[in-house]
């Protein structure tokens, strides 16, 4: 067999005895490098050739594919040189120019616009790291981005300019119906109102619209704020409408002399901000199809680590955003790393069915589900990957997310916004919450399913506790969420409640070592009280297992003279479920009284978890404790037991001399 090297040996035996006439021979008789700008004149007896920086390159004779300057480039005669061993592969260097200054992103773009043209291609970044000055734009139907560990790294490029808001609230003059309240732009309800702004949007590169919204209710069918900007001509730029308290944001491009800003109600609101910031092109890397993109066939990108500057970059990581009608930006994504941007993706315009595998994002905010995006949102899946050091692991502003075997660490938030978020068998380990307006799940509309897998707040300052009010935040009746088969520790809150609002969180079977130290009521809503309606089942005994005496309440809560030293508050029960109780106490005099919740069968009665001993003072105290925290070994595993009708909060004043006043009771099952 002959090898490669000694066919090149011969090859230029070859050359040199029978193309002395050629220029190109005789620099490499003069043993100088071949370079592409030798092959248009190098004889195809010298095939194979090696190109310096290249490769090699073998002739063949020319038939119907025409050169293009990289794979296939013109030779002597009829003959054409081939690029070898490139079977649907691109390489960076084949693409770089002295004039690039060391931006090898230069370089990858010219491999993905040669992609783009001639493709598809893979392009091959191997193993090596990249310096990139430059933004990216690749057509994900045409572009596969390849390596072994190969980063692109950004942490040179240019920071974004930061410019002075085009609009804010306090520049919005109230017109009929409209106010303003300290700071806050307000509509009072029942009447249809539209407030206008002139504005000018002269500026190349993209305009975010940002919002927030503390109050949003009435009397309509379904109160609302529209919030647009449009053309002078009345062309839409963009928009969102908004039917519940919560952040919202927009985007739209720029080079607009005159626009105008248009917000529109109904609604009793309340509009803590406004703003109207030029932003420019703040994306590193931007995923987009054009109109000679075909329809379907999208590629992947692999192996690829991309590293931006690191804390307190304005930078975004990758951005999917197709403008043009019947194409998307979708692409799957297979040991992907994105670290180090303020927003790891951002995903907007015609951006659906993207897919990570193993994928890390690493950023302030993990990724952004831009709001007002056309013809998007549709199942954002990611398996067995990792979201975290974040502020926000996902800024959701309605599309639909599914996270699996997933691990969302040291966030602040997981999820704020819209939209729906199905997270199956994920490890969620957030940051000790700071403050009270930072719930780890905040929803104006739409869903949270959390199945299985492991929900925690991280033990480092346990001893100073969660600052957060709840864990989620459901803004409105059209926000949900559950929590099944989860196992959950340190998720304390100042409430005592999971969640607040007008929405509704539903558990089932929590689980967990013990302590949990977990809010002992999922949400102080009246209708989930057990204890019912008034009047509450009220009863008394002169023992702890004495014969029942019936007093119904007509108020919420009691006040025990010293002849009723055991009271019992019955309500519906929930067999197999761990139970909350919160009220508030207070005596005419210190002293001690114990609770616990037990279960109810006619005249029978089992505890069901631990004795609660308590320190009365004549001040009103609240308190607030779950048999979720009941020891293993105690009765009944803290859980409901099958077969009994009721479930009892008793109340033991025999070890109290005075008067013992109860109120605010709730029991529910957690």
Known sequence: MTTRREMVGLALLAGAAGAAGSPASARAQEGQRVSLADLPD????????????????????????????????????????????????????????????????????????????????????????????????????????????????????????????????????????????????????????????????????????????SRLTGTGQTPFLQVALTTEDNRRLGGITAIAPGRYSFEVEGGEAAALLTLESDARLRLESLEVEWQGWRECVLIQSTEQSPQYGHKWIEGVEFAGPGNGTLLHGLRFETRVATRSSRLDMHGVVVRGFHTGMVFSHRSYLVRGYSLRCISEIGMHFLGGAEDAGELFSFYGSIIGGARIALLNQGAEVFLDGTSVNFVDQIMTGSGMLTLQGCHLEINRPKRPDRPPFELSRGSVTISGGTFLVTGAGFEEGNECDVIFRLHSRAATAMMRDVTVYNLRTRSGALADGPGRLDTDRLRGGRPRHVAPIVQFDASRNLLGPLPHDSRTSNSRTGAFQRHPLGRDGFKAGPDYRFVWLCGRARPGAELGAAFEIRADQPGRVVARIEAVHGESRAAIGSDWPLEVTTDWTTFRASTADTHPAAAMDGRMPEGWEQVALMFDLSGHKGTVEVRSVFLCPI
């Open 42 to 213: 190098l004889p195809a007896e010298r095939s194979p050739v090696w190109v310096e920086g290249q490769g090699w390159f073998s002739a063949e004779p020319a038939d119907d594919r025409a050169p293009d300057g990289v794979l296939r480039i013109s030779g002597p005669g009829l003959q054409h040189w081939r690029r070898d061993g490139a079977p649907g592969v691109l390489r960076p260097e084949w693409f770089a120019d002295p004039k690039d200054d060391g931006d090898e992103a230069l370089a990858i773009q010219r491999a993905c616009d040669f992609a783009a043209l001639n493709g598809p291609f893979a392009i091959d970044l191997g193993a090596r790291r990249h310096a990139c000055r430059s933004r990216l734009v690749l057509d994900p139907t045409r572009v596969a981005l390849r390596g072994v560990g190969a980063v692109l790294d950004f942490s040179a490029m240019p920071a974004p300019q930061v410019r002075p808001p085009v609009v804010t609230l306090d520049t919005i003059w109230p017109d009929k119906n409209w106010s303003t309240e300290g700071k806050a732009l307000v509509h009072a309800d029942g009447q249809r109102d539209r407030l206008t702004r002139p504005l000018a949007l002269p500026e190349a590169g993209r305009y975010r619209v940002s919002l927030a919204i």
